[in-house]
Nanobody, 125 residues
Framework: VQLQAFGGGLVQAGDSLRLSCAASGRTASTHAMGWFRQAPGKEREFVAA???????YYTDSVQGRFTVSRDNAKNTVYLQMNSLKPEDTAVYYC????????????????????WGQGTLVTVSS
């Protein structure tokens, strides 16, 4: 599975941005797809995920502002980010986990099998 994330950019606080993650290769609608981010000097952290069944999960800091969705026909996962804050500034990565995932496992980096190259989101105050 090859993943390519794009859609990042420089925005102001309060703006919106939509990230996309296009998958190719051994793709399947049953894969769980996750979004992670890594700010400078920090560990990569879980942001959001969507399972093959469409269940969605978010970290507390983005709940209510970010929405993860998928279009299986296009093999693409999206992360709609609204009301962006400077603390959302990071490189955002998409990842794919083969097979099923639980509400616990989707938040764990090491369970994901494939990663995209990341796209930079910068939110100015």
């Amino acid at each position: 599975v090859q993943l390519q994330a794009f859609g990042g950019g420089l925005v102001q606080a309060g703006d919106s941005l939509r990230l996309s993650c296009a998958a190719s290769g051994r793709t399947a609608s049953t894969h769980a797809m996750g979004w992670f981010r890594q700010a400078p000097g920090k560990e990569r952290e879980f942001v959001a995920a969507i399972t093959g069944f469409g269940s969605t999960y978010y970290t507390d800091s983005v709940q209510g502002r970010f929405t993860v969705s998928r279009d299986n026909a296009k093999n693409t996962v999206y992360l709609q980010m609204n009301s962006l804050k400077p603390e959302d500034t990071a490189v955002y990565y998409c990842a794919a986990k083969l097979g099923r995932a639980t509400s616990t496992t989707v938040t764990i980096k090491k369970v994901y099998d494939y990663w995209g190259q990341g796209t930079l989101v910068t939110v100015s105050s």
